[in-house]
């Protein structure tokens, strides 16, 4: 896990920003120090990603995710695993949690 963290902290580095990216490293990282005792630095790096791709919620007016929604769908997919892992009483991690006991 201490690659992952090293490969993440580059992405965050890069000089061309990208929110959608940016918010899937920070799910990558978030998920990494979590595995390596980092609670603090976890929940850090899943508020920072949160921040940059905020939750996708049905609504009856259409939301304009723009030219990167796929890139911004997978960040929110690495972001929701992240919350499961790191916050499962939250409502994301909560959803998920019902969903898999309910299969």
Same mark, same amino acid.
């Given at each position: 896990?201490?690659?992952?963290?090293?490969?993440?902290?580059? &992405?965050?580095?890069?000089?061309?920003?990208?929110?959608?990216?940016?918010?899937?490293?920070?799910?990558?990282?978030?998920? &990494?120090?979590?595995?390596?005792?980092?609670?603090?630095? &976890?929940?850090?790096?899943l508020a920072k990603g949160d921040k940059l791709a905020p939750n996708i919620v049905a609504a009856h007016d259409p939301l304009d995710l723009g030219a990167g929604w796929v890139a911004g769908l997978f960040a929110r997919i690495a972001l929701d695993e992240a919350t499961v892992l790191i916050d499962p009483a939250s409502p994301t991690g909560e959803n998920a949690t019902k969903a898999v006991r309910d299969r």
């Open positions: 896990f201490p690659e992952t963290v090293d490969w993440a902290d580059k &992405a965050l580095d890069s000089t061309q920003v990208y929110s959608q990216a940016h918010a899937h490293a920070y799910a990558i990282l978030a998920m &990494a120090q979590w595995r390596l005792g980092r609670v603090d630095e &976890a929940r850090t790096a």
